[in-house]
């Protein structure tokens, strides 16, 4: 392995020692947050934000190192992202198109459209590691990062949730999130069609772990550190 692959890897493995020693008392790695339900955590909101920051922050490199090996091995020359522009089943949200939007946007939205974006992608993750498992030559590194980015969703929506509660007690956060409807386009029997529809799917994945990232970091600052940061 040249210098640099191995720097890479070595970063990663460090990004991911730190995220799995800052979380585990939480549960964020390994059990649920609060095993015993979230009327018996005592986790306290700061704890929470700056762990789910972390989280964000873990899925959406492995999200943008996942779909940067798959572009490398199977979309050369292929012309996949003209197809993959605004092409995402979550484009129906209405996310702030910037930063500088996200930080006019109210924190409740902000809260809902995170938890909207996690939800969305439930089911996407847990196919699309389904389908690279049977994907013929698949890489590890891509069947190990979706297996990894599908287990942090949802720990990273179950921390939400709890912010969501501690931020607006009492609040009902019951808005519908897009639903996904592209397993058949993974499972075409038609090569280069299967691959334009998971370079799409990572795409996607790439652009909406970003934006859980953004949204998170502006909630912490705004929230926790009353702007100054």
Known sequence: MDSKGSSQKGSRLLLLLVVSNLLLCQGVVSTPVCPNGAGNCQVSLRDLFDRA???SHYIHNLSSEMFNEFDKRYAQGKGFITMALNSCHTSSLPTPEDKEQAQQTHHEVLMSLILGLLRSWNDPLYHLVTEVRGMKGAPDAIL???????????????????????????????????VWSGLPSLQTKDEDARHSAFYNLLHCLRRDSSKIDTYLKLLNCRIIYNNNC
């Open 53 to 55: 920051v972390m989280v």
């Open 144 to 178: 190990s990062r979706a297996i990894e980015i599908e287990e942090e969703n949802k720990r990273l929506l179950e921390g939400m949730e709890m912010i969501f509660g501690q931020v607006l007690p009492g609040a009902k956060e019951t808005e519908p999130y897009p």
